[in-house]
């Protein structure tokens, strides 16, 4: 059996997410759907990460298993005439049998937007969350770099799924505004869930001045959620870049 | 009664365009509609062009009289309010009587955007027009040099309207590559019906090999229609620039 990693692109609104779940489109199953009319056999994709509902990728990688004897190459174009609009495969590559889109990645980059101004654009629904009172992003960077590190951070996540442990490596967590939108750029060892979210809704929150940029240390020793800020919307959310090494293969998307 | 004109953007993907009609959804009855329960009476707006179905605008102006007391300013944030994600009012101006959004303006410009990639991008449905082939845009710049002055440009229309005359101005007609997408800026004193569009698809037709852009000015002479290219589909035109001065007021948005 070949084990294949699809590299794709998704503007997520109008589904629940990438996991497959009963009664609801999510990407796996509208990508698992696709590749088996390609391949002519049933699939199951392995995803890099659970991005939730309305999160978008501008990068996210999917392995799976198969017998056909496509080449490749071929392969994103073959999937691209089976997929809708909002998924596309840009990629594939052949990798070992043990590699895993989730196991064999190291390293993880998200992007949250917000458009910060008094009048929404018409152009950025469902893809930024719409602040419209000003932010101060000196403060925001000043509260983005008290997560760099590594830390417990149940303080900002929410609960719902089962892990081991809490503690992440933050290895940057960048502020930066162009005009009237704000870039927030986390890159972290992994990610608990609504973690990026909540992050970026604490620095919202150090801003609008509801807490100080320096008790954000505290609020992570304490790992109380109601300390923290909001979870910011999805829809301002994107996996950007991806970071594979499990000791056979290692590559940067 | 006061005349005011309103400043909007729009995603014009799920709209048919922008002139009432009946029995289909459009930017002007929607904008109508959202004015009626601010200003709490009947209003008729006037635009600037009638745009096509799927077709956007950055910057579109739309007057209409009232007897509301509503201060200017806050014209647009009560507006907005009223108005779907999809259509936003980003600033309003009194007018003088007999300024009219589409008699007072002078000069527009639209810009048509091409995205040229063998593959497609799930964040650009219905916002380009994805063109998988490589153009080569030198030639489409050579192409759309030749549009530029005073033509009779029925060669480049779709008979739909009736007007007087179709000799229009254009003053440039620019192809610009940055990455993978191609912008093509055209800026005249008026446009015929599918006028912008049927000359993207010459300009593309040319770069195809199809016709020479030598023969342009011949095809515009002849005025034969089918001897221009195809008209290029809606999703990839947004009105970008306005230009107004009917000797009272003069502006440029």
Same mark, same amino acid.
């Given at each position: ?9 998704? $503007?997520?609104?109008?589904? %629940? ?5 009963? $009664? ?16 002519? %056999? ?17 990068? #996210?990688? *999917? $392995?799976?298993? /198969? &017998? ?7 392969? +994103?174009? *073959?999937?691209? /005439? ?10 594939? !590559? ?15 980059? #998200?992007?949250?937007?917000?458009? $910060? &101004? %008094?009048?929404?654009? +018409? ?25 760099? @590190? ?14 081991? &442990? ?16 704000? #870039? ?10 609504? !973690?990026?979210?909540? !992050? ?11 807490? &100080? ?12 959620? /109601?300390?923290? @800020? +909001?979870? *910011? ?16 293969? *290692?590559?940067?998307?």
């Amino acid at each position: 059996m070949r084990n294949i990693a699809l590299f794709l692109k998704y $503007n997520g609104t109008a589904y %629940h997410g990438w996991q497959v779940q009963k $009664n609801a489109c999510t990407v796996a199953q509208t990508l698992e759907e696709a590749t088996a009319r390609v391949v002519k %056999h049933k699939v199951h994709m392995t995803g890099c990460g659970r991005t939730d509902a309305g999160v978008h990728a501008r990068v #996210y990688v *999917a $392995n799976f298993r /198969t &017998s056909c004897t496509i080449p490749t190459d071929r392969l +994103p174009y *073959a999937l691209n /005439t089976q997929l809708p609009d909002d998924i596309v495969v840009f990629n594939a !590559m052949d990798v070992h049998d043990d590699f895993n889109a989730i196991g064999s990645c190291v390293r993880k980059e #998200y992007t949250y937007q917000i458009y $910060n &101004s %008094h009048i929404r654009d +018409p152009f950025y629904t469902d893809r930024v969350w719409f602040y419209p009172k000003h932010l101060d992003e000196k403060i925001m960077a000043e509260a983005a770099a008290r997560f760099v @590190g590594t830390h417990d951070f149940a303080a900002v996540r929410s609960v719902g799924t089962d892990v081991k &442990s809490t503690v992440r490596t933050v290895y940057h967590f960048d502020v930066e505004r162009q005009g009237d939108l704000i #870039y927030l750029r986390i890159c972290a060892n992994g990610f608990l869930y609504n !973690m990026a979210r909540a !992050m970026v809704g604490t620095a919202v929150y150090a801003a609008e001045g509801k807490i &100080s940029p320096k008790e954000i240390g505290r609020i992570l020793d304490e790992g109380n959620r /109601t300390a923290a @800020g +909001p979870t *910011a919307p999805p829809g301002g959310l994107y996996m950007t870049q991806l970071w594979y090494d499990d000791g056979k293969i *290692a590559f940067h998307v």
